[in-house]
């Protein structure tokens, strides 16, 4: 779709209506994203305007972006890290109406999916993850601002859904009842990682935090990987985070929208491929504890989401887009059947990453 964008937002840059080529693209949900097709030039670029509703600061984005790229500008400077193009001003971000822009080189020769296909597409985006973590590994991320401040923060979730619990008239409680036990009986995740989350060696590390396959470019012909991408939640947090981000996203054919919950299984080549991707990055600088914690990273992060969807639902629907009224009490049956489903294959899954981790 071709259309024309306020004529500021491309002069902040030096380009004008008429010399440039505007088309939206991608299939995020929260940032909307265009590619700038100069008419005078080979190059393009990604064009795109921050949702301030999801990142209510959205300099602190900017001064992330900055710190890391000039950090491993001088460390690792064959590293490609897609950092923002300067405006006109030599500010990261154009700020025009309210509305905050940011430009991107555009990667050619390279593709983003939406589905993964293949154990290799799983294997590469975890190795490009696990990558930048231990590039990042001697950064200090307490520098780095929170762009979403509690993002991956399970007790702030468990928080929310126990003050939606607490306010839900009987009927819509009845309505999720197995649910709502579910939640409650799964608690023990939220505790097993309150004991070990003041360990000395469980550090904060620079995490994605939003792993999905679709922010990670592969070569459009080799499906190599690339870079990583959509960099927005780049801050600190545990290695969890990317982990089992991956683990809830790349281990089932079918997304949280699924309803039959038969088609809810584990592909144990796709968990395969992810651990032997992101431990040939990351093996060398985990922790002893955080090796104790690899499976566990899925069950935090399914977990966490299961009850985020479910809060959402006991609480009117007023975060995650819905179809119908009941679409995010199935997303929290579908999340609750992929935690089920890992561990059920437990020891499978453990002994995977045993052999990986020597």
């Given at each position: ?30 940032n ?21 509703s ?26 490609l ?29 390279t ?107 592969l ?90 969807f ?11 887009p ?6 995010n ?30």
């Open positions: 779709m071709e259309l024309n964008l306020d004529s500021e937002v491309l002069k902040a840059y030096g380009y004008a209506k008429e010399n440039t080529r505007i088309t939206q693209i991608g299939t995020g949900l929260i909307r994203t265009y590619l700038l097709s100069p008419l005078s030039e080979e190059k393009k670029y990604i064009l795109q305007n921050i949702n301030t999801v990142f209510k600061q959205p300099q602190a984005i900017a001064n992330n972006l900055r710190a890391i790229a000039d950090y491993l500008n001088f460390a690792y400077p064959e590293y890290f897609i950092k923002p193009v300067s405006t006109t001003n030599g500010e990261e971000m154009a700020h025009i109406r309210d509305e905050y822009w940011r430009m991107l080189p555009f990667v050619p020769n593709i983003s999916l939406d589905v993964l296909a293949d154990p290799k597409q799983a294997y590469e985006a975890a190795k490009q993850f696990g990558k930048l973590s231990r590039l990042l590994d001697n950064f200090d991320a307490k520098t780095l601002q929170p762009t979403i401040p509690g993002f991956h923060d399970l007790g702030l979730r468990y928080e929310q859904f126990t003050l939606a619990l607490n306010k839900i008239v009987e009927a819509l409680k009845e309505q999720a009842k197995s649910e709502i036990e579910g939640a409650l009986a799964h608690k023990y995740i939220l505790d097993y990682y309150t004991s070990y989350s003041h360990r000395k060696d469980f550090p904060d590390r620079v995490m994605h935090h939003d792993t999905k396959i679709s922010n990670v470019l070569d459009d012909e080799t499906y190599e990987g690339i870079c990583v991408i959509d960099l927005d939640t780049v801050m600190p947090g545990k290695f969890i985070s990317d982990l089992g981000d991956m683990m809830r996203t790349y281990l089932c054919a079918f997304s949280e929208n699924e309803t039959d919950l038969d088609k809810i299984k584990i592909r144990l080549p796709y968990f395969e491929a992810m651990i032997k991707g992101y431990l040939s990055e990351m093996k060398s600088i985990l922790t002893e504890t955080e090796k104790e914690l690899i499976l566990f990273s899925g069950k935090y992060i399914i977990y966490m989401q299961a009850l985020r479910l809060t959402d639902f006991l609480s009117g629907n007023n975060y995650y819905t179809n119908y009224p009941t679409q009490l199935d997303r929290a049956k579908n999340q609750f059947k992929l935690l089920h489903e890992i561990s059920v294959n437990e020891k499978e899954l453990q002994d995977i990453i045993e052999e990986n981790l020597v």
